[in-house]
């Protein structure tokens, strides 16, 4: 049973400690979790019903109150299909579509004056969101090995695109063939 990565994060937090989905959300909003993972707050819930749903996740005593009280804990397969997902994700490299290149391999439309502002206002971007996933970082007491992981590669791609941008916000001359503007 494959997972998508919104349901192999949520399911693997739960693994990490039983939760309910206010919980799930104080979490993902502590970690930064939404830097590199599409996960909505109205989502959350709903997730976490399509896991159960298949079995991976389960409410012992689910109490009648809202659901949003209900307590959510990993089955013996919800950790077996967690494991076996993330197994994948890690080992296999699986091209992932990047907006950036789509504009990138259309710079015929663009001026080199524009592409240079776009660079460098990418560039500020980036930069901020740098600082902010710093800070998440920062912010947490101790991590789990899961956590310290994310927020190490997150940023080292982060720091990779920033010194790709930084020599590029120079423009060189040889693109003097794309339309003037």
């Excluded at 699986?94 to 004056?113: D, I, K």
Aim: glycine share 4%; hydrophobic share 45%.
């Amino acid at each position: 049973m494959e997972l998508t990565p919104a349901e192999l994060t949520v399911l693997g937090l739960v693994i990490e400690r039983p939760q309910h989905g206010y919980d799930l959300e104080q979490v993902i909003e502590q970690r930064g979790i939404r830097q590199w993972t599409d996960i909505g707050f109205s989502s959350i819930y709903y997730l976490l019903t399509k896991l159960e749903q298949r079995g991976l996740l389960h409410v012992p005593e689910a109490p009648a109150a809202a659901k949003s009280r209900r307590v959510f804990h990993a089955t013996t397969e919800g950790r077996r299909v967690a494991a076996r997902n993330a197994l994948a994700f890690v080992a296999e490299a699986r091209p992932v579509p990047h907006p950036l290149l789509v504009g990138v391999a259309n710079l015929s439309l663009l001026s080199t004056q524009q592409y240079a502002q776009a660079l460098r206002t990418r560039l500020a971007q980036l930069e901020a969101r740098i600082a902010a996933v710093r800070a998440a970082q920062q912010a947490q007491a101790t991590l789990p090995l899961a956590a310290r992981e994310v927020f190490s590669y997150s940023l080292s791609l982060m720091d990779a695109e920033r010194q790709w941008l930084a020599t590029r916000v120079q423009v060189p001359h040889d693109q003097e063939d794309r339309r003037q503007d």
